[in-house]
């Protein structure tokens, strides 16, 4: 038996998400993200093929780098219209045992004090099926929807979601102790003050005294992941993250991320294996080979350039459409995410000329990140990129809505089973403890969190329950 595959579906609450243009595929039902049956479907659906989460992107602005113009990307829906990733959660919880939910929410335009709220009611209400995937926006369009004059600068955005998770950690690890609500009819405290204290938080982003509002969830800390692959990227993850999202357009610049990330971890003192590390997957699956070529070239008719392009612009803050085509794209350091231009720059085979990146962007599959064929060759393509780079598992993306994941689900995860490598069913408890095995509910001890479950850390308690006889009022 080999090493288990870890299977993401990769979506968003949009209208579309990376599969651009095909929403104009007729049997594409995209278009019903705003309803809670659509989600409800899709959630039992990756119960049923025994995915470990469902994996919800968001961005907090609208891409309007490519031509200096947000039109394009709305005139081809990516990713908006947009809605709330975190609150579609419930109800897809309720319907399923095991799912689990990773939710995007930015350090940059949230603050941690509502979010630590936000995300324990998640946790209680999962029953420790969450986890959060932390990203610190790239969008110059949503700086200036929260106020700001120009983005954060890239490095800077890390240096206030490192304090960022040092409030949370605080409000999640340290506020409560585990047994601080007592129901004590007899002396009247539903919760011991004595148990919860405040944190005192004065930083250079934060001010927060706290306590925290909640009482601890099943996790305490939801599983973290994180998606960013630029060298402070990087450290930020090896520093924090439980499961990383990594890209690469070769077995090599993958395997370069995964072991980069786990080496910086071991050196954190942490457990490079405690990490699980997640690349990106799109399968077109059919019976034959035939088939699934024909879905393939039906899929890239309706294709849309502009709208690839856009993201591209986005996300990296590169607008190639202002570029020399002929002239050879060179890395450059922007305020965006790094992650992509990385691909086709330093990590690229070759030197690409901009009309060779513009058209390998523009094009299905000109990333290298479509793959298909049969079950038989889907399976042998994702065994193979295991082996090869060492990642833990996939996040799933899909071109129509259900039916690839369907597809998916009813064809190659049967062939993934009947080699060993996937799940037969699902191990009990939180996602964590499905991910790192029975009894770790909560985070590990060499995690950078644990130092804040430490009550010497924090002033003494809110006040003392043995003065009040009474009722305790505000």
Known sequence: MGKQILMNAFDMNCAMHNSHGLWKHPDNQRHRYKDLEYWVDIAQLLERGKFDALFLADVAGIYDVYRQSGAPAIRDGVQVPLNDPALIVPAMALVTKHLSFAVTVTTTYEHPYAHARRFSTLDHLTQGRLAWNIVTSYLPNAAKNYGLDEMIKHDERYELADEFLQVVYKLWEGSWDEDAVVRDVDRNIYTDPNKVRKIHHAGTYFKVPGPHLSEPSPQRTPVIYQAGSSERGRAF???????????????????????????????????????????????????????????????????????????????SGYDLSAYDPDSYLEYKNTNHGQTR???????????????????????????????????????????????????????????????????????????????????????????????????NKRLPDHHPAAQYRNKDAYPTPIFNADQFTGDIHP
């Open 237 to 315: 993850a090896a520093k924090h993250a439980e499961c990383v999202f990594v890209g690469g357009q070769t077995p090599e610049a993958l395997r370069f991320y995964v072991e980069d990330m786990r080496n910086q971890a071991e050196k954190l003192g942490r457990d490079p294996q405690s990490i699980k590390m997640f690349t990106g997957l799109n399968v077109i699956v059919a019976e034959t080979k035939e088939e699934a070529q024909l879905k393939f070239e039906q899929y890239a008719s309706l294709w849309s350039r502009e709208a690839a392009l856009a993201q591209f612009a986005g996300s």
């Open 341 to 439: 231009a990385a691909q086709f720059t330093t990590f690229a085979p070759k030197k690409l000329t901009v009309k060779e990146v513009m058209d390998r962007i523009g094009t299905l599959g000109g990333q290298g990140w479509v793959f298909a064929g049969t079950p038989q060759e889907v399976a042998d393509h994702m065994q193979e990129k295991m082996e090869l780079t060492g990642i833990d598992g996939f996040n799933l993306a899909h071109l129509i809505t259900p039916g690839s994941l369907r597809e998916f689900i009813d064809l190659v995860v049967p062939e993934l089973q009947r080699r060993g490598i996937y799940k037969l069913d699902y191990e009990e408890g939180t996602l964590r403890e499905k991910l790192f095995g029975q009894g």
